[in-house]
């Protein structure tokens, strides 16, 4: 594989490298609002090739939607990217071209310090063909599972009415996922301290621990990668379990269960955790 990197001009050499498509272009991207590289996806569409778009329904992108009509009427596909927030900005070409970075293709992005890297593999290579099928599939998903198809310019108008306004949505949910992380540190803290007021011997060390693992979600997916992996419960927890009546309600595992936490977790992990409580009742 040949790589090179751009972080001026990007614009320009994107549009080149669509231009040099024979045969199929897929594209996944956050903002998609330059009307030059709409055109030359439209043109692109029109002379044959395949050209397959998938993009955010960031209410941005459905400003002016008259420019998708010529898209789709030259059988160019377009997808909106639902429920998850699609951050992506890559696209394949003919298979053999990946540009990949994080150069969103908009007007505004000439302004910002971006870069994109534009990948030449090489058939038959073996690690180019996993790059590629690992870019690929992830395409193919969005297509497939994780998007709604358009058909007609019409069917933009929800979006352009009902879309995220993409950047304070952003910029609340990581207010809102600090704030969440802060407050279960918080309540590990709580259950530490109640354990040990009721005389159940916890070690303090493992607050310590907490602050070296970067905070409580870390330290508590260490413990439960941990957990699962071996199939026997750490010795805190295995503490709380042996009072009558038990306190497993003071432990970490009882908090990955709780719905308030459970974002905050993988599904593996929140299932293991909901599956434990469920032997305690709780």
């Given amino acids: 594989m040949q790589s090179v990197v751009h972080f001026s001009n990007i614009r320009n050499e994107i549009i080149w490298q669509l231009k040099k498509a024979t045969r199929e272009i897929k594209v996944a991207i956050a903002w998609l609002t330059d009307e030059d590289i709409i055109r030359t996806l439209t043109q692109r569409a029109e002379s044959g ?68 890297m534009i990948m030449h593999l090489e058939t038959g290579v073996d690690e180019d063909d996993r790059l ?43 207010e809102e996922e600090i704030r969440l992380r802060q407050e279960l540190e918080e309540d590990v803290k709580r259950s530490f301290d109640e354990a040990l007021s009721i005389g159940i011997p916890i070690s303090t060390l493992l607050l310590d621990r907490m602050k070296l693992d970067g905070g409580g979600v870390e330290f508590i997916k260490r413990i439960l990668h941990d957990e699962m992996t071996s199939g026997d419960m750490k010795s805190g927890f295995k503490k709380l379990e042996e009072p009558i009546p038990h306190r497993v309600d003071l432990s970490l595992e009882y908090l990955v269960s709780r719905p308030k936490y459970q974002k905050l977790f993988n599904e593996k992990e929140v299932e293991f955790c909901e599956k434990l409580m469920e032997k305690y009742n709780l």
């Fill in 132 to 174: 590629l099928k690992q870019f690929e599939a992830k395409h193919k998903f969005f297509c497939d599972k994780a998007s709604e198809p358009i058909t007609e310019v019409s069917d933009l108008n929800k979006f352009r009415e009902q879309g995220k306004v993409a950047a304070v949505m952003l910029a609340q949910l990581d």
């Fill in 49 to 116: 090739l395949s050209v397959i778009v998938v993009m955010s329904e960031s209410k941005e992108n459905f400003r002016n939607i008259s420019k998708w009509k010529d898209f789709l009427r030259h059988n160019g596909k377009l997808h909106i990217a639902t429920p998850k927030f699609l951050h992506h900005k890559f696209c394949i070409i003919d298979n053999t071209i990946i540009l990949n970075g994080s150069y969103n293709w908009t007007y505004f992005a000439q302004r910002n310090e971006e870069n994109v």
